[in-house]
């Protein structure tokens, strides 16, 4: 079985600086892992995913995350943090059939 | 193209109510499900059809809840007697069929259910 781990519930940033959220997955076959980012009072919108071809990943909104299959990692990262960025962030993991798996989300917040 | 979409948006009902909830997948997607997102909580799995059938049922919470697809594109889950805790925001992704796209789950705005 596959589950993702998001460690911090709360990362908080100045505006300009560099955001990372960290993810960390388990699973026993090569998994597909995704970012999403869910801002206030919508759905999830996906940011980016990794299956298995590059592993380093760009996404929307200037958003990248890097498969490190030794750190069993997904971190994602942005250089320069914009207010509107401000958001929750889920890190997802599937073995590629119908189930996938959330972690409990990350809420960033942007300080001007 | 247009993307999922979920009605109501917000739905407030009194307690021991039913309610309907419908979800419109993208066109052509095979694959939908429904999650619940409680307050300040992750996503809970809830049920995931295929087509018309729903091989995966386990993560519905309890015979109160029951959800339904016809004609392998519009579906409706369907809360009975509702109780407090069941006040949550409602989420229906689909999926494509498409090889290297299946494993994506696209997401509807959600329906925000408030139970007096």
């Known amino acids: 079985a596959q589950s993702v781990t998001q460690l911090g519930s709360h990362v908080s940033v100045s505006e300009g600086a560099l955001v990372l959220l960290r993810c960390n997955y388990s699973?026993?076959?090569?998994?597909?892992l995704f970012w999403y980012v869910q801002y206030p009072n919508q759905g999830l919108q996906l940011l980016l995913k990794y299956t298995s071809a590059a592993t380093l990943v760009k996404g929307i909104n200037g958003f990248e995350a890097e498969f490190k299959k030794s750190e069993t990692s997904f971190h994602l990262t942005k250089p320069s943090a914009h207010m509107s960025d401000a958001a929750e962030y889920f890190c997802a993991v599937t073995p590629g059939n119908n189930d996938m798996r959330f972690g409990a989300g990350t809420r960033l917040t942007v300080k001007p | 193209g247009a993307g999922v979409s979920q009605s109501p948006s917000n739905k407030v009902t009194e307690k021991g109510k039913d309610v309907e909830l419908r979800c419109d997948p993208i066109s052509g997607h095979t694959a939908l499900y429904w999650y619940r997102q409680s307050l300040g909580q992750g996503l809970e799995f809830l049920i995931y059809?295929?087509?018309?059938?729903?091989?995966?049922k386990s993560g519905l919470p309890s015979d109160r809840f029951s959800a339904e697809r016809t004609g392998g594109s519009v579906s409706t889950l369907t809360i009975q007697r509702t109780q407090q805790e069941d006040s949550a925001v409602y989420l229906c992704a689909s999926s494509p069929r498409l090889a290297g796209d299946r494993e994506t789950q696209y997401f509807g705005p959600g329906t925000r259910l408030l139970v007096l």
């Open positions: 059809f295929q087509g018309n059938s729903a091989p995966d």
């Open positions: 699973s026993s076959v090569p998994p597909y």
